[in-house]
């Protein structure tokens, strides 16, 4: 089984930066791509940032440039720092594998809010 266990959310000011953290769970997260998905209301998960297993990273277009996918391979930890936040960002995130996902853990909700 994999499962992730998110943090790091909260609410902040729009142009404010955030990190957010997931502990992974399994034998292989060494070999994962890793992904941070976020859930707006109303609107499907989308995937938003990707790490693969090689550290290369890919964003989705409406967040590139302002969060940073990051992976900690000792500690089994994935991060997402958030910056120059707005307003359309707020969303629950997830982290968990691309493609091939495990469990989903219970996200971390994220609001960006005056």
């Known amino acids: 089984q994999v499962q992730f266990v998110e943090s790091g959310g909260g609410l902040v000011q729009p142009g404010g930066s955030l990190r957010l953290s997931c502990a992974a769970s399994?034998?292989?997260?060494?070999?994962?791509?890793m992904g941070w998905y976020r859930q707006a209301p109303g609107k499907q998960r989308e995937l938003v940032a990707q790490?693969?297993?090689?550290?290369?990273?890919n964003y989705a277009d409406s967040v590139k440039g302002r969060f940073t996918i990051s992976r900690d391979y000792a500690k089994k930890l994935v991060y997402l720092q958030m910056n120059s936040l707005k307003p359309e960002d707020t969303a629950v995130y997830y982290c968990?594998?691309?493609?091939?996902?495990?469990?989903w853990g219970q996200g971390t909700q994220v609001t960006v809010s005056s």
């Open positions: 790490i693969f297993s090689n550290g290369i990273t």
């Open positions: 399994g034998s292989m997260f060494s070999i994962y791509t």
């Open positions: 968990n594998r691309v493609s091939y996902e495990g469990s």
